[in-house]
């Protein structure tokens, strides 16, 4: 009996101490994971201490997120993104004295016109033939007639109360009554001057290839060399590359151009071009427009059509009307038509650096009442100059 009672009695005890083996490991399994503990942002990553090799729970979650979400380290390196150069924007040169500095690009000029009448003038006997001479020379330089006419007229008045003439008397002569035709008294200055919050605003007009874009682009550049801000106006929307053209020109002295797409409207360009030089601040703005023929008269009513757009904004304060030199009296009609459909207020004279017709800025001046305010002596940047009626003179008849 004994035995049997102390045979259950171990069953018993067995069998509690299996079951709760079995429970406690079910316990186990069930138990929650440690929370892990808070992670300390501020705080410089942790640096793994030497001989500690085992990784923790935190740093294998640090790792599968910077794995999975950041970005690898070395993409924020310099090396890693491209930079596009910055542009190189350039220094023009000071205007000051540009026409004596730029004086020997008037050399056909000066052998047609000025050497030609000095030699005239110097002969001895200064008969009929000669002062035809004279006046055959003033009008192949394109002085034009009623101009011509003046000026032979006067010369041979002095010629007469002068009686022998040295050289630099003739000279002095010549100077002086090429300097009445030129006209010394005509206000030269490009109006560009901002006023009461809206910039100086300028439109460049007249036919095809004559030099506007050119003349706009070295325009810029003569106003940024003079400390101005300027925007540029693409009013020319018949081709894309115009628009191009012009915005190079602005890229290299650092003025945004405003242009609109191919084929739009240019008065709308020129509208957004002037908001736009209101908006940013800007000292000037300058608008250039698609060359077009005086005799087109729809082309001639756009015109018209974008001048008055732009006044919607304010006055205009230049209209510059670009002549190529070279087309001599096919220039004064074309001045003509210009001045009717928009008040020219000054005239740019291009390519004088390729003609031995300088006279002509006598004629245009005469045909329009409007003076020519700057000359083109050249395809490079910095070959517009300031008009100076002296500086011409000068250069025409040599020193
Ligand atoms: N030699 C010389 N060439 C000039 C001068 N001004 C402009 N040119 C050249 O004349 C050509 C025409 O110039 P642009 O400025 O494109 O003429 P544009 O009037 O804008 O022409 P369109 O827009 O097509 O009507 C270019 O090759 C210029 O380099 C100048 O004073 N002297
Ligand atoms: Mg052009």
Avoid: Y
């Avoid at 910039?199 to 003079?226: C, F, H, S």
Wanted: hydrophobic share 40%; glycine share 10%.
């Amino acid at each position: 009996m004994e035995i049997v009672i102390l045979a259950v009695v171990i069953a018993v005890v067995v069998l509690g101490a299996l079951s709760g083996l079995v429970i406690g490991s079910r316990r186990k399994k069930q138990l929650p994971p440690p929370p892990p503990a808070a992670p300390d942002i501020t705080a410089p990553p942790a640096e793994p201490h030497v001989g500690e090799e085992a990784e923790t729970p935190r740093d294998e979650a640090r790792r599968t997120i910077e794995e999975v979400d950041l970005p690898d380290a070395t993409a924020t390196a310099p090396v890693a993104v491209e930079e596009p150069p910055a542009p190189v924007i350039e220094i023009p040169e000071p205007t000051a004295g540009r026409l004596v500095r730029l004086r020997t690009r008037l050399s056909r000029s000066q052998n047609a016109l000025g050497k030609g009448l000095l030699t005239l003038l110097s002969r001895e006997h200064l008969d009929e033939d000669t002062w035809e001479e004279i006046e055959d020379t003033l009008l192949t330089a394109d002085v034009g007639v009623q101009p011509t006419q003046e000026l032979v007229e006067r010369l041979r008045e002095r010629v007469k109360v002068l009686g022998t003439r040295t050289p630099e008397e003739l000279r002095g002569l010549l100077r002086e009554e090429l300097l009445t035709l030129v006209g010394t008294d005509s206000d030269r200055a490009v109006r560009t001057e901002p006023d009461t919050g809206k910039p100086g605003i300028v439109m460049v007009v007249g036919v095809n290839g004559t030099g506007k874009t050119t003349t706009t682009g070295k325009l810029a550049r003569v106003l940024v060399a003079d400390g101005r801000s300027v925007v540029l106006g693409a009013a020319d929307t018949f081709r894309a590359a115009a628009a191009d053209q012009l915005q190079t020109w602005g890229e290299r002295v650092g003025a945004h151009t405003v242009r609109g797409p191919e084929g739009g409207d240019p008065a709308s360009v020129a509208f957004d071009a002037v908001k736009e030089g209101k908006e940013i601040g800007a000292d000037v703005v300058l608008i250039d427009t698609a060359g077009r023929l005086h005799t087109k008269t729809g082309l001639m009513d756009e015109l018209g059509k974008v001048k008055r757009v732009v006044e919607k904004h304010a006055p205009l304060d230049e209209v510059l009307l670009v002549l190529d030199a070279t087309t001599g009296q096919n220039g004064l009609i074309q001045a003509r038509v210009f001045a009717e459909v928009v008040d020219i207020t000054g005239i740019v004279l291009t390519k004088l650096d390729g003609t031995a017709k300088g006279g002509i800025v006598v004629a245009v001046q005469r045909e329009l009442g409007v003076p020519v305010k700057l000359v083109g002596l050249g395809e490079g940047a910095d070959d517009l100059a300031p008009f100076e009626p002296e500086a011409f003179v000068d250069a025409l008849i040599g020193d």
